[in-house]
């Protein structure tokens, strides 16, 4: 008996050293369960891979069109955090709409709990991003864009047909990627063409917390790309975009109004 108290004050003694105080241990990040999903709208009305070809939309300048393909590459997705600081989540999207589980994205880089006030992301691939045949997923989905343009990837490709002003259906391939100049003795110069946005929550912020499966929505209204600031003419230009450098310039500076931030859902 007097041996087994002993032991016991030993443990005791034992035990109560190597107890570390609460306060010295680190704090960990929570980390969340966080993917976004991309839908597209054109106005007011989603566009799903089963309105191809059949459903019709009419555009700033009036023409009518439809739709056969969406392909878009979003990278980089950063949260800004209520308190100013950043999450870079890294990484890239190739959303298609043929393939409709590419509209949903789970990054590699784990999101922590907090609340964000907004969310921006690189449209297409920044001028570090953007490395000719880099990709394996990307080069298998036709996805590159031509060395003699500039090189590296598409940003979008966008294509339907078309009513023209002698009424006849034509098709448009509205594709994005790097812009290219031709020089005067005939030379191309490539220009980086990539665009990144913020998208504010203009509902004061969304909180993800540890335990939550939380989808942010990420939406695209189409109807944006021929209307803002630039009311595209498709009679004037549906081919032959991509060496075209005004119409990469154009399409740019159109896109920076396609995106917003849709609702936050936990499930
Ligand atoms: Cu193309």
Redesign the pocket.
Known sequence: MKKLIIALSALAIITSCTKEPADVTPSKTVETKTNFLFKQYYDGVEVLSQDFGSKQYTNAKGTMHTISKLQYLVSNITLHKVDGSEVNLGGYNLINLDMPLSRYYTPMNEIPAGTYSAVSLTFGFNEADNITGEYLDLNAASWA?PMMIGGGY?FM?FEGMFMDNTSNMKGF?F?N?TASKVNSDGSRTAEANHFRVKLWDYEGGFTIEEGDNTTIDINMNLAEWFKNPITWNLDDLHIML?PNYQAQKMINQNGRSVFSLGQTSKN
């Open positions: 864009w598409h490709k391939a594709h990627g991509m």
